[in-house]
Nanobody, 115 residues
Framework: QVQLVESGGGLVQPGGSLRLSCAAS????????MGWYRQAPGNQRELVARITSGGTTNYADSVKGRFTISRDNLKNTMYVQMNGLKPEDTSVYYCHAHLPSRQYWGQGTQVTVSS
């Protein structure tokens, strides 16, 4: 059974930081492209950041320079370090595992940026 479990969300003030984690089980984690997506109420789900099996990363323009995605294949875990958080970063953040033949989603973790 495949599971992607996000953690680390919460309430933070503007300018603050959070680190989200995504623990994967039931998949050969190291071969998957992993990604973070987010979805705010009334909006479509959008890509935040992605990291390939080889470690190549790409980011949405809105988070470049503030967010850093990483992965630990020994721990089957992906991370995103989010610095300089803004109210517009408020969303549910989802973990995504992707191969050309299949994909999986986590349940999401809420991030709220507010004073």
């Amino acid at each position: 059974q495949v599971q992607l479990v996000e953690s680390g969300g919460g309430l933070v003030q503007p300018g603050g930081s959070l680190r989200l984690s995504c623990a994967a089980s039931g998949i050969m984690f190291s071969i998957y492209t992993m990604g973070w997506y987010r979805q705010a109420p009334g909006n479509q789900r959008e890509l935040v950041a992605r990291i390939t099996s080889g470690g190549t990363t790409n980011y949405a323009d809105s988070v470049k320079g503030r967010f850093t995605i990483s992965r630990d294949n020994l721990k089957n875990t992906m991370y995103v370090q989010m610095n300089g958080l803004k109210p517009e970063d408020t969303s549910v953040y989802y973990c995504h595992a992707h191969l050309p033949s299949r994909q999986y989603w986590g349940q999401g973790t809420q991030v709220t940026v507010s004073s």
